[in-house]
């Protein structure tokens, strides 16, 4: 499958953007989804996930209450919802899928990079105070 994130820009603090992950060659309900991103001068870092069932999802304690993950099977697109963005959320963000049907959101988050088996290529996402 390849990904292609889109929907990052510049944005004030407080505002709002929604970040898209559109797949191509198989269906999006085939995977588990994550959203990661990597601040200027800072590691790569877990954001949100979504399981393959669209169950359960995870977030940072960083996010949560006003990031939202979400999946459209129909458009074959992965979202981010962000809201009330703050300075400290620029970033690069990546989408990731896991093929690994049944595993939960909560483990997911937990996952290191190597073992998510496809990234899109990145959409910078800055917020200016």
């Known amino acids: 499958v390849q990904l292609q994130a889109s929907g990052g820009g510049l944005v004030q603090a407080g505002g709002s953007l929604r970040l898209s992950c559109a797949a191509s060659?198989?269906?999006?309900?085939?995977?588990?989804w994550g959203w990661f991103r990597q601040p200027p001068g800072e590691e790569h870092e877990f954001v949100a996930a979504?399981?393959?069932?669209?169950?359960?999802?995870s977030y940072a304690d960083s996010v949560k209450g006003r990031f939202t993950i979400s999946r459209d099977d129909a458009k074959n697109t992965v979202y981010l919802q962000m809201e009330s963005l703050k300075p400290e959320d620029t970033a690069v963000y990546y989408c990731a899928a896991l093929d690994s049907p049944g595993t939960a959101a909560i483990v997911m988050a937990t996952m290191p990079r190597d073992k998510w088996d496809y990234w899109g290529q990145g959409t910078q996402v800055t917020v200016s105070s």
């Open positions: 979504v399981s393959w069932s669209g169950a359960t999802t």
């Open positions: 060659g198989r269906a999006v309900s085939h995977y588990g």
